[in-house]
């Protein structure tokens, strides 16, 4: 992309599990100048050292992003929307592993009633790419979304 540390103004977390926020301090000293945006119910868990971490609401833009509240996975999880670029971010609302979409595990799922919901919610959405955080790209990601919502 020929984009260094130096160009990161933003770095947006989806929730505070220790395996999205472990490396958030390099990240922080590699990215001076970013601003750091999380779910106001995950933040109290986030360390961002030094940096205050800010407060994003569904409905919020950071830069060309949407934010979209999801809770479940954490009660502050978000997923995030580029509409122009027809893209959806789900976070670890659900994961995407060997090629077969499923939800987060239970053990790490704080509210399972609210993923569900999170979950039709972003099911509804009219996207032609799904990303998730833990899982390759899927080929039909918003029709898996679907299909997983049909299936429950």
């Given at each position: 992309?020929?984009?260094?540390?130096?160009?990161?103004?933003?770095?947006?977390?989806?929730?505070?599990?220790?395996?999205?926020?472990?490396?958030?301090?390099?990240?922080?000293?590699l990215a001076?100048?970013?601003?750091?945006?999380?779910?106001?119910?995950?933040?109290?868990?986030?360390?961002?050292?030094?940096?205050?971490?800010?407060?994003?609401?569904?409905?919020?833009q950071v830069?060309?992003?949407?934010?979209?509240?999801?809770?479940?996975?954490?009660?502050?999880?978000?997923?995030?929307?580029?509409?122009?670029?027809?893209?959806?971010?789900?976070?670890?609302?659900?994961?995407?592993?060997?090629?077969?979409?499923?939800?987060?595990?239970?053990?790490?799922?704080?509210?399972?009633?609210?993923?569900?919901?999170?979950?039709?919610?972003?099911?509804?959405?009219?996207?032609?790419?799904?990303?998730?955080?833990?899982?390759?790209?899927?080929?039909?990601?918003?029709?898996?979304?679907?299909?997983?919502?049909?299936?429950?």
């Amino acid at each position: 992309m020929g984009a260094g540390w130096s160009d990161v103004t933003d770095v947006v977390l989806t929730h505070a599990h220790f395996d999205h926020t472990a490396g958030l301090p390099k990240v922080l000293a590699l990215a001076p100048a970013a601003r750091v945006w999380a779910g106001a119910e995950d933040i109290p868990a986030v360390d961002a050292g030094e940096r205050p971490v800010e407060t994003v609401k569904d409905g919020d833009q950071v830069r060309t992003l949407t934010v979209l509240t999801t809770p479940g996975h954490t009660p502050g999880h978000l997923s995030l929307l580029d509409e122009a670029a027809s893209l959806l971010f789900v976070g670890d609302l659900v994961g995407a592993l060997d090629r077969t979409l499923s939800r987060a595990p239970a053990d790490f799922t704080a509210d399972a009633a609210a993923a569900d919901e999170s979950l039709r919610r972003l099911a509804g959405l009219d996207v032609s790419r799904v990303l998730f955080s833990h899982g390759g790209e899927l080929a039909d990601g918003p029709g898996a979304l679907k299909g997983l919502v049909e299936h429950t």
